[in-house]
């Protein structure tokens, strides 16, 4: 079965450092990997997804993640973090049957607080 | 496009009743999920339909829970009776191509006392 491993709960960032979310994942085949933000109250938003091809995803807010198949790894990056950026990480992983889509399998999240 | 729509944003009702969430996808997804969305428990996949289709509902807690997809722009999920434990966030999502565009609605926030 798929699992995605996010082994910080919680991170505090100074706004305009560095960011790294980790995501580690369980899955017997090329996982298709996704990163989502949630906003307080709000839905989920696709940052960037990762299938095949260049192991480095650039995606939207500024972020990028890179696909490390030796780690099992799909970490989260952003070089400089905006007030803006506080909210729930969720990276998840999915498989594709070819018939449809199936669900996908999320982390338990990241909580990013953002210190002025 | 409209997105993934939800109905009702927000719903209260009494331990024992039933309710009813709504959503529409977007249009030309062929693929429609439930999730649930509690602290405990983060985001869970409760049921999943290809082309109308139900294909997984291993997801689904309990008998009380039902969902059905009647035609591709609608879907329903049911909860008869309610309990507290209930109480979560419950997200609709669709897709196209299969899993290169997840939608997430906004969620129907439930509270069941």
């Known amino acids: 079965a798929q699992s995605v491993t996010q082994p910080d709960i919680h991170i505090t960032v100074s706004e305009g450092a560095s960011l790294e979310l980790r995501c580690n994942y369980s899955?017997?085949?090329?996982?298709?990997l996704f990163w989502y933000v949630q906003s307080p109250g709000q839905g989920l938003q696709l940052l960037l997804k990762?299938?095949?091809?260049?192991?480095l995803v650039q995606g939207i807010k500024g972020f990028e993640a890179e696909f490390k198949r030796s780690q099992s790894s799909f970490n989260l990056r952003k070089p400089s973090v905006h007030w803006s950026d506080a909210a729930e990480y969720f990276c998840a992983v999915a498989e594709y049957s070819g018939g449809g889509a199936d669900g996908l399998t999320f982390g338990k999240g990241t909580h990013l607080i953002i210190q002025p | 496009d409209a997105g993934v729509i939800q109905s009702p944003r927000h719903e209260v009702t009494e331990m024992g009743q039933e309710v009813t969430l709504r959503c529409k996808p977007i249009?030309?997804?062929?693929?429609l999920f439930w999730y649930r969305q509690t602290m405990m428990r983060g985001l869970e996949l409760l049921i999943y339909?290809?082309?109308?289709?139900?294909?997984?509902d291993s997801g689904m807690p309990e008998d009380r829970f039902s969902a059905k997809m009647p035609n591709a722009s609608f879907s329903t999920l049911k909860i008869q009776p309610s309990e507290p434990r209930d109480s979560a966030v419950y997200f609709c999502?669709?897709?196209?191509?299969?899993?290169?565009?997840?939608?997430f609605g906004s969620g129907t926030r439930l509270t069941v006392v």
């Open positions: 339909f290809n082309n109308n289709v139900p294909i997984d």
């Open positions: 990762y299938f095949s091809g260049d192991t």
């Open positions: 249009s030309g997804h062929n693929s």
């Open positions: 899955y017997g085949a090329t996982p298709y």
């Open positions: 999502a669709s897709s196209v191509q299969g899993p290169l565009g997840y939608t």
